[in-house]
């Protein structure tokens, strides 16, 4: 069955909120993850996501949370600089939904995969990816189109 991806009527885009991942730099110190975590736990802000990625002087962690408005104001409260960006996440269902699905379907889209990472919780028990394209939004579209399930904010923060 061909999935004309390119089709001419427009796909809304899922209803609720984007979700949103924060990323921040944490130094290169025995512990500096578990204090983030800790401070995310102690004021109710669950991770839901997470990817790191080590250098020699740096640690950059990206996070998906139960609440990403109230933690980028925690950041802010605390001085913890921080970056803000609109990620799609996609269910891959074990109705042959897989990987390669997925990534197939964004590379007839002609779309870019900047980083990508599995999330921790599955609402549907379902495997979660997250991804950044260079277009999220036609992404997240093309995704749909191709029967993939796109998750919102409140999809995850249930």
């Not at 495997?127 to 093309?142: F, N, R």
């Amino acid at each position: 069955m061909e999935i004309n991806l390119w089709q001419e009527t427009p796909i809304k885009a899922p209803e609720g909120t984007a979700i949103r991942q924060l990323s921040v730099f944490l130094q290169n110190r025995v512990g500096s993850l578990m204090a983030l975590t800790k401070l995310l736990h102690d004021h109710h802000i669950e991770v839901l996501g997470l990817s790191m990625q080590d250098t020699t002087e740096m640690t950059l962690v990206r996070l998906i949370l139960s609440d990403p408005e109230g933690a980028g104001m925690l950041f802010i409260e605390k001085g913890i600089p921080h970056t803000d960006c609109p990620i799609v996440v996609v269910e891959l269902t074990e109705a042959g939904r897989r990987l390669t699905e997925c990534l197939s379907t964004l590379l007839a889209a002609e779309l870019n995969i900047e980083f990508c990472y599995p999330l921790l919780v599955r609402p549907k028990m379902h495997p979660l990816l997250a991804l950044h394209c260079d277009d999220g939004e036609i992404a997240a579209q093309v995704l749909g189109r191709a029967g993939f399930s796109v998750l919102c904010q409140g999809d995850l923060s249930r």
